[in-house]
């Protein structure tokens, strides 16, 4: 199921289903709104999504009520997560998979919203979108490879070859086609053992670290935890993302280390993650990945 396009004008609900806005950080979500306003778009802030109940969040029920409630309103038209953060998994069991259903629309974010773009996939069918959100891509030093990605994917519902801001890497030579799912390493993992983790038979595998958070020896703990569940039999291919940890160690490095006896193709770019320009890349379409020409092909409209 894939949502409809935007289209300029509409209004973009903003969820904050992770960490609390800060004092410290409203100027950067502010920017974010703005950014969105600039280039056409009416806003609706979520009734929760400034509300820091917890002291270091707002609830799991607050959080779950304005995800809701943006996918039940006709009027909103697409849904983007302000930040990423640490607990989204706690709202998974409060969410209406059925009013997403009925109610399909574009869900972007990031990091650790990871565990919804995939659980929602996985629930409902509907297609969600790794990217940037509005207070660490919108509101801080965006490009404009962020800006027309944005448009591009969601607006004009462009696909094809995935276009590049940096230079692409083959880690392991080949060709496959499969289903996109993933994200973040450490929040993908966070559904391991749920209902809610999607089936990895002969998908993509999409990953990316925080570096500033994830050293090496963590973000190999991750991959053996993904390996040691068998995902790595599984998959048909795998693209990963920006990661500049201080150590120099690169990571394609740490993912050769646990996965050599595989086969699958493995291809690295700069152009999603953490403190990098993001394209907008659809969880729950099919892609070709092609490793030895360094492109990824989107093979599925993704909106309507």
């Given at each position: 199921m894939?949502?409809?396009?935007?289209?300029?004008?509409?209004?973009?609900g903003?969820?904050?289903?992770s960490?609390?806005?800060?004092?410290?950080?409203?100027?950067?979500?502010?920017?974010?709104?703005?950014?969105?306003?600039?280039?056409?778009?009416n806003?609706?802030?979520?009734?929760?999504?400034?509300?820091?109940?917890?002291?270091y969040?707002?609830?799991?029920?607050?959080?779950a009520?304005?995800?809701?409630?943006?996918?039940?309103?006709?009027?909103?038209?697409?849904?983007?997560?302000?930040?990423?953060?640490?607990?989204?998994?706690?709202?998974?069991?409060?969410?209406?998979?059925?009013?997403?259903?009925?109610?399909?629309?574009?869900?972007?974010?990031?990091?650790?919203?990871?565990?919804?773009?995939?659980?929602?996939?996985?629930?409902?069918?509907?297609?969600?979108?790794?990217?940037?959100?509005?207070?660490?891509?919108f509101?801080?030093?965006?490009?404009?490879?962020?800006?027309?990605?944005?448009?591009?994917?969601?607006?004009?519902?462009?696909?094809?070859?995935?276009?590049?801001?940096?230079?692409?890497?083959?880690?392991?030579?080949?060709?496959?086609?499969?289903?996109?799912?993933?994200?973040?390493?450490?929040?993908?993992?966070?559904?391991?053992?749920?209902?809610?983790?999607?089936?990895f038979?002969?998908?993509?595998l999409?990953?990316?670290?925080?570096?500033?958070?994830?050293?090496?020896?963590?973000?190999?703990?991750?991959?053996?935890?993904?390996?040691?569940?068998?995902?790595?039999?599984k998959?048909?291919?795998?693209?990963?993302?920006?990661?500049?940890?201080?150590?120099?160690?690169?990571?394609?490095?740490?993912?050769?280390?646990?996965?050599?006896?595989?086969?699958?193709?493995?291809?690295?770019?700069?152009?999603?993650?953490?403190?990098?320009?993001?394209?907008?890349?659809?969880?729950?379409?099919?892609?070709?990945?092609?490793?030895?020409?360094?492109?990824?092909?989107?093979?599925?409209?993704?909106?309507?």
């Amino acid at each position: 199921m894939i949502p409809k396009r935007l289209q300029i004008g509409d209004t973009i609900g903003i969820v904050s289903p992770s960490g609390a806005i800060t004092k410290e950080t409203m100027n950067q979500f502010k920017r974010g709104i703005d950014f969105l306003k600039n280039i056409g778009f009416n806003v609706k802030i979520g009734k929760n999504a400034l509300s820091n109940t917890l002291k270091y969040s707002a609830t799991p029920q607050e959080k779950a009520d304005d995800l809701n409630y943006m996918f039940a309103d006709n009027k909103i038209k697409a849904i983007i997560c302000s930040q990423g953060g640490d607990n989204a998994n706690s709202i998974l069991p409060l969410i209406d998979f059925n009013a997403i259903k009925n109610n399909p629309k574009i869900f972007l974010g990031i990091s650790d919203i990871t565990v919804l773009l995939n659980a929602i996939y996985k629930e409902t069918g509907v297609v969600t979108f790794h990217g940037n959100d509005i207070m660490w891509g919108f509101g801080a030093k965006h490009t404009d490879y962020d800006e027309e990605e944005f448009k591009d994917r969601l607006v004009e519902s462009k696909i094809g070859e995935v276009n590049h801001n940096s230079r692409w890497k083959c880690i392991r030579d080949g060709v496959a086609e499969g289903i996109l799912i993933g994200g973040n390493l450490n929040c993908l993992n966070k559904l391991a053992g749920t209902r809610y983790l999607p089936n990895f038979k002969a998908k993509i595998l999409l990953l990316e670290s925080f570096d500033e958070s994830n050293p090496p020896e963590k973000v190999e703990a991750e991959l053996y935890r993904l390996k040691q569940m068998g995902v790595f039999e599984k998959i048909k291919g795998m693209w990963m993302g920006y990661y500049n940890h201080e150590s120099k160690i690169l990571y394609e490095e740490i993912v050769m280390n646990v996965v050599p006896e595989y086969s699958f193709p493995i291809l690295k770019c700069d152009d999603f993650g953490h403190n990098t320009p993001n394209t907008i890349i659809p969880i729950g379409v099919k892609i070709r990945l092609d490793s030895t020409n360094r492109k990824v092909v989107l093979l599925e409209k993704c909106v309507a």
